[in-house]
């Protein structure tokens, strides 16, 4: 069985897209439909801005999603996955890919996604710490134990996990966590608190927006961040989709729990192929997972 599997913010790169536009009509069309929805070039950001413009939140998310259904277009889309998943944003790229939504609604959320953050990003700092060599357990206690707003929001891989919240609890927690022994404690260059309770206000907007949204019984089931269980009932997943703005996103369980119920192979789509297979690999080293 096999599963596709959609990277989030960090995965973009200069120039990504432009070999898809060029050398494939389905993929342009793709391209060309994503400027018309949004009302503005963001193929001309996607192949020509620098590094630093794709990682403005409003931008490398409607980019990345857009990238990663040109390349499922390209090389996936005459397959049926047996199950997807995706990492934050790429969840809404795995919901267009098994048919959950159409890729018009989901770029719209994904738009409105971006810019609910963005705002809320700017309403309230914060930020984000990698902490690397901990088990979770000792990460979330650390968390617990601080009065500022720090939470897990990203279970990346067994051995590594991201903190999300304010600046000061952040820094409190990157020390605490130095002093338990982490091999790395590293706050990211990061625009906000992702994945934090202080993604509220943006939750409450995107909210509104999914529930306005018509979701179909999808093609094969979405593994989702929030349960990190498989799903095909269209209610559960915008529940889980809502809650995935404040909510963690349990990578390391979906991977265990893929493996368990007999995913043999995963394709990474779209972004620079790297990330998710990584993770993968930090899993099971031999798990057979390529790009494209």
């Given at each position: ?273 790297k990330v998710l297979s990584g993770l993968f690999k930090k899993v099971d080293r031999k798990f057979p997972i390529s790009s494209i």
């Amino acid at each position: 069985m096999i599963a596709y599997v959609f990277p989030g913010q960090g995965a973009q790169f200069e120039g990504m897209g432009k070999d898809l536009y060029q050398e494939n009509p389905e993929c342009k069309a793709i391209i060309d439909n994503a400027d018309d929805i949004l009302g503005y070039k963001l193929s001309q950001i996607m192949f020509e801005g620098s590094a630093e413009d794709l990682k403005k939140t409003e931008i490398t998310q409607p980019a990345l999603f857009v990238h990663a259904l040109a390349s499922f277009a390209k090389n996936g889309g005459g397959h049926s996955p047996d199950a997807v998943a995706g990492h934050s944003l790429g969840e809404f790229s795995a919901l267009v890919a098994n048919g959950t939504v159409s890729f018009e609604d989901g770029l719209k959320l994904v738009y409105k996604r971006a810019m609910a953050m963005q705002k809320a990003c700017d309403a309230v700092p914060g930020t984000m710490a990698a902490i690397l060599g901990l088990d979770n357990e000792v990460v979330e206690d650390v968390c617990n134990s601080i009065i500022e707003i720090v939470v897990p929001a990203n279970y990346n891989c067994p051995g590594q996990l991201v903190i999300s919240g304010s600046i000061e609890g952040i820094n409190k927690a990157v020390e605490a966590c130095t002093e338990k022994g982490a091999r790395r404690a590293m706050v990211l260059p990061v625009g906000g608190a992702f994945h934090s309770p202080l993604m509220a206000p943006a939750q409450d907007e995107l909210a509104q927006a999914i529930d306005d949204t018509e979701f179909k019984t999808p093609t094969c089931p979405i593994y989702q961040n929030y349960t990190a269980i498989p799903e095909t009932n269209p209610i559960n997943i915008k529940n889980n989709l809502i809650a995935q703005l404040t909510g963690a996103v349990k990578w390391t369980q979906i991977m265990q729990r893929m493996i368990g119920d007999g995913i043999t192979s995963t394709i990474e789509v779209g972004g620079n192929g790297k990330v998710l297979s990584g993770l993968f690999k930090k899993v099971d080293r031999k798990f057979p997972i390529s790009s494209i």
